[in-house]
């Protein structure tokens, strides 16, 4: 469990990722206007449907099915980034930072992976991630 020194730490990490799930399910319903909303959709109800259940049960990023489908994604979207960063970089008009495509996400799934509060980054975590959600709603 959390170290007793922090009892506030379990309620942010699960505020914040309560929070994440409400921002990605949001995005995902504001996709409705774009030539390819269906793809958009599932790209931004994963990550959704996965810090939903960590905001429920921080112990889910143990279980092989939460890390298999959070790893599957985070491959497929770091490819595809991998991808449009090399298709902007060559035929870039403005800077690369001003494209708003996947900024927050990856970082925001990699603070997430392991949730466990029995690890020492759980608080780090925590107030990271506390800091991110102010930036990435602002960003947005």
């Keep these: 469990m959390a170290p007793t020194g922090t009892p506030w730490a379990p309620g942010l990490w699960r505020a914040c990722n309560l929070f994440m799930s409400a921002f990605f399910a949001l995005a995902a319903v504001v996709q409705v206007n774009d030539p390819d909303a269906e793809f958009w959709v599932v790209v931004y109800m994963i990550p959704a449907l996965l810090t939903l259940l960590v905001g429920f ?3 889910v990023t143990g279980n092989f099915v939460w890390r298999s489908v959070s790893v599957i994604h985070m491959l497929f ?3 595809w980034a991998g991808g449009l960063a090399h298709h ?3 035929h870039a008009q403005q800077s690369i930072l001003n ?3 996947g900024r927050m996400k990856k970082v925001w799934k990699w603070w997430s992976q392991d949730s ?3 690890l020492s980054l759980g608080l780090l975590r925590a107030i990271t991630n506390s800091t991110l959600l102010p930036e990435s709603c602002l960003a947005w």
């Design 57 to 59: 049960n921080p112990l």
């Design 77 to 79: 979207c770091g490819l």
């Design 88 to 90: 902007f970089l060559r």
């Design 99 to 101: 494209e708003e495509e």
């Design 116 to 118: 466990n509060p029995a």
